[in-house]
């Protein structure tokens, strides 16, 4: 059964403290791999897609990777402004979009 | 429009009534999807539409749901005899492309329902 599982399910961090979130995915025949952040009360918003292990993607202080296995959200000096849930998604060869409960970053300044 | 719109964003009801909730997505997008979070949940999949056709169903939980999109644009999610357990966030998507399940969703920004 397809699966995605993003650990941990809560990050406290301080301003300016680096950290990963993790996305481990069981899907069979992987053609996509997404990261969403979520507002409080507010719908996802695209952050990235990753096709293929070894894919690597950038934007301000987030860099997403891909293995064959797991998906690492980086959070590079991250801001209070970052605070949100980032959730992790992915489709294999069933077509259906698989979600995890997502991680929820709290950023103190 | 600018991005997908959903109204109401909040809708509060009573055990066994009615409800219509409805999205407006972008401009173009042919595909429409309806989505359910729970409070700590992953959006769970209840319907998509590619043009005017609910392409896949499937995530529906029971027959009390029910959507359409008459022109291809707009749709309502429909949902009869309300539930204390229908209590979420409903989120609509659009994207640009044709269904091949690695889409880039454009979210709304829901609608609030609570049932009491």
């Known amino acids: 059964e397809d699966q995605v599982t993003q650990s941990p399910e809560a990050l406290r961090l301080q301003e300016g403290e680096s950290s990963s979130l993790n996305c481990s995915y069981t899907?069979?025949?992987?053609?996509?791999l997404f990261w969403y952040r979520q507002d409080p009360g507010k719908g996802p918003e695209f952050l990235f897609t990753?096709?293929?292990?070894?894919e690597e993607k950038e934007k301000e202080r987030l860099k997403a990777t891909l293995t064959k296995k797991e998906s690492f959200l980086h959070i590079t000096a991250p801001k209070p402004e970052d605070s949100a849930t980032y959730l992790c998604?992915?489709?294999?060869?069933?077509?259906?979009?698989?979600w995890g409960l997502g991680t929820s970053l709290a950023v103190n300044p | 429009g600018a991005g997908v719109s959903q109204t109401p964003s909040n809708k509060v009801t009573e055990k066994g009534k009615y409800v219509e909730l409805r999205c407006d997505p972008i401009s173009g997008h042919t595909a429409l999807y309806w989505y359910r979070q729970s409070l700590g949940q992953g959006p769970e999949f209840l319907i998509y539409?590619?043009?005017?056709?609910?392409?896949?169903d499937s995530g529906l939980p029971n027959d009390r749901f029910f959507a359409v999109r008459p022109e291809g644009s707009v749709s309502t999610l429909k949902i009869q005899r309300t539930e204390r357990g229908d209590s979420a966030m409903y989120l609509c998507a659009s994207s640009r492309e044709l269904y091949s399940g690695a889409n880039v969703l454009t979210f709304g920004a829901g609608s609030r329902l609570t049932v009491l």
């Open positions: 998604a992915a489709v294999g060869l069933a077509r259906k979009l698989i």
């Open positions: 990753l096709y293929s292990a070894g």
């Open positions: 899907v069979s025949g992987l053609r996509g």
């Open positions: 539409f590619q043009g005017t056709g609910a392409a896949d």
